[in-house]
Every structure is written in C-alpha cells, then in structure tokens.
C-alpha cells in the first residue's frame, strides 16, 4: 500500500455510508475502501505464512509504540472495574471504559505519531475506538475486528507503518497482543456477541485469527487441521500459532462437546491441508464479514477508506 502525502487538508472525520443493504453492500463491494482492506488483508496473510509467534521477525519503533499504546489500552481496564450489581447482557462499566478511551483517544494518538502525521487523529481515531467493542451496546464482533484492522490499514497509508518490511510484526506482534486486549475486555465485561450467528457462525467473536492462524500453518509438516481436536495440541501450540490459540480461547469459555458448540470449526477440522483451510477462510471472510451488512453497516469511510469506485481491480489495488 503506498502511502499518502500529509496535508492537514487530506484528512476528514469519517462517516458510514453502508445504510441501504439493496443499494450500498454491492457498492461497497465494488469500492476503492473495500479493495485497500482486503489488499491489506491478503498481503498480511502472505507476510506471515509459515511463521510461528516466537520467530524472529524486525520490530520498527512504530510497531513498537503501537504495541505500548496498546499496553497502555489494556492498562486502564483496572481502571473501570465491572459493575458488581447483576446485569443480564453484558456489564454496564464497558460503557465507562469506552467512554474514557474516547476521551483520551486524541491523547494517545498525539503520543503515537509524530507531528506532521497529527493532522491525521480526526481520521484515523473512529478506527481505534470502534476496534474495541460498542459502548452502548456492549458487545464485539468481527465487525470491531474489521474496524481495528482498518486502523492498521490508515497507519501504514499515512507512512507511519511501512509495508511489507513491518507486516509480519503487524500480525505476529500488533494483531496477536490485540487479540488478547479484547479477550480480556470481552471476559471482563461480559461483552455480547455482535452479530452472532449462533453456532452456525464461525466464531462469537473474531474471524481473522483463523485466516492470518491458517496461513502461519500452511506447510507444518506435524500439525493438520484435524489437530485441534486433540487438547494436548491446542494447548502446547497456543502461543506460537493464532488458530490455535483462537480454539483454545473457545475451551475456555465453552462448555460441551465441542462439534456441538462449534460445528462450523468442527467441520473445518476435518479439511486434509492448510493451504485449503486459507483459501477457504478468505472467501469465507468476504462472504460473511465483508458482504454482511450487519457487520459493515458500522464500517466508517474517509479519504484513506474512500467511498468511491476503486482505482484497481478487487483485491489488489494499490492506493495512489
């Protein structure tokens, strides 16, 4: 993704557009905002094929700082401790934590970026509150992922992330301790599910630990996607492996037989190799994160994201 010279100019608060499921879904589809994420879905699932958490891969000061502001996120739940009255869906003191990660969110991102950059926070700060869950709500889903990973996206346009040389760090280091900050949000206040298909959907919560998970498996000569049906795998290889990590969280918070409480993964298990477990998990992704309007319906536009007609063909477009 090339980047995007910075002018105060270039920057806008960002909107949704996706309100009319008939009209805006086969837009969004079509559209240069939808061929930059998933360009930039595809080539963070290429950077880290084959590689395992633990490898050594090049941390820039960006990633870095990143990697800090997100520390600094998880930090302050123990600022918002729940609520101990009884509450039926999900616990009302994630509205507060929300609420301060809003007020502050100029802050942090002053702290992130250098200067010249600062003129980009109006944009790229909806992205990063909105990756943590819904305050009102309160609930998370692949929608909020999406919205984080579209964070990502900005910061590598503005050229404060630079691609390819930081996307495995963006996944392996970035993506990875995200996924444990919303782990802890989603089990410390009881987050709903958002847009859960129930046990027909893939996952109450994320999706992409499962693409970017199957790409860092491709061509493991010992584990098989069948492999985490056996407890002793999941948990030996849940530090070093997304998808394993994500089966392993399930456990966790599930009880029962798992092909009973997650058919959808049950039955992916069964897929001899990993390569097709990948192509599977990215058409997967289109059709039921990047074609759902309940899922995109929230999804914000703005010069780095735009609603306009993309420039390239789908999926590979390089922005200008």
């Known amino acids: 993704m090339a980047n995007q010279e910075s002018t105060q100019n270039d920057f806008i608060v960002p909107i949704k557009h996706i309100k009319d499921e008939s009209k805006d879904l086969p837009f969004f589809q079509t559209s240069e905002a939808y061929a930059r994420i998933m360009s930039y879905i595809l080539a963070l699932n290429n950077a880290v094929l084959n590689r395992k958490v633990s490898d050594p ?22 600022l918002v401790p729940p609520k101990a009255d009884p509450q039926r869906f999900g616990n009302l003191a994630f509205r507060d ?15 992130l970026l250098p200067t010249n950059l600062h003129p980009a926070i109006q944009e790229i700060s909806p992205y990063l509150t909105q990756g943590l869950g819904h305050g009102i709500r309160i609930d998370y889903g692949s929608g909020h992922e999406l919205s984080f990973v579209a964070w990502l996206a900005c910061l590598e346009i503005i050229g404060f992330v630079k691609g390819p040389i930081d996307h495995p760090a963006v996944v392996l280091r970035v993506f990875v301790r995200y996924l444990e900050l ?15 298909h129930g ?15 199957s790409a860092q ?10 492999s985490i049906m056996q407890a002793q795998y999941f948990e ?25 409480h997650s058919p959808v993964l049950f039955e992916i298990s069964g897929v001899p190799h990993w390569t097709k477990v990948n192509s599977g998990m990215i058409k997967m992704y289109k059709a039921e994160v990047l074609n759902k309007f309940p899922v ?19 999926d590979f477009a390089v922005p200008s």
């Open 236 to 260: 030996d290889f849940a530090p070093d492996y997304m998808y394993f990590r994500a089966i392993q969280s399930i456990h966790e918070t599930k009880r029962g037989p798992f092909h009973e």
């Open 217 to 226: 498996l491709r061509d493991h000569p010992r584990l098989k996607p069948i």
């Open 57 to 78: 891969i090049p941390e820039s000061e960006a990633i870095k700082k990143i990697l800090a502001l997100l520390d600094t996120l998880d930090s302050w739940i123990a």
């Open 182 to 196: 919303v782990r802890k949000l989603q089990k410390t206040y009881q987050l709903e599910p958002a847009g859960s």
């Open 296 to 314: 995109v319906q929230h999804l914000l536009f703005g010069s780095l994201l735009p609603w306009r007609p993309a420039d390239s063909p789908e």
């Open 97 to 111: 934590y929300i609420r301060m990660i809003e007020e502050k969110a100029t802050t942090i991102l002053e702290d």
């Open 199 to 213: 046990v027909w959907g893939l996952d109450d919560y994320q999706f992409l630990p499962y693409l970017w998970g």
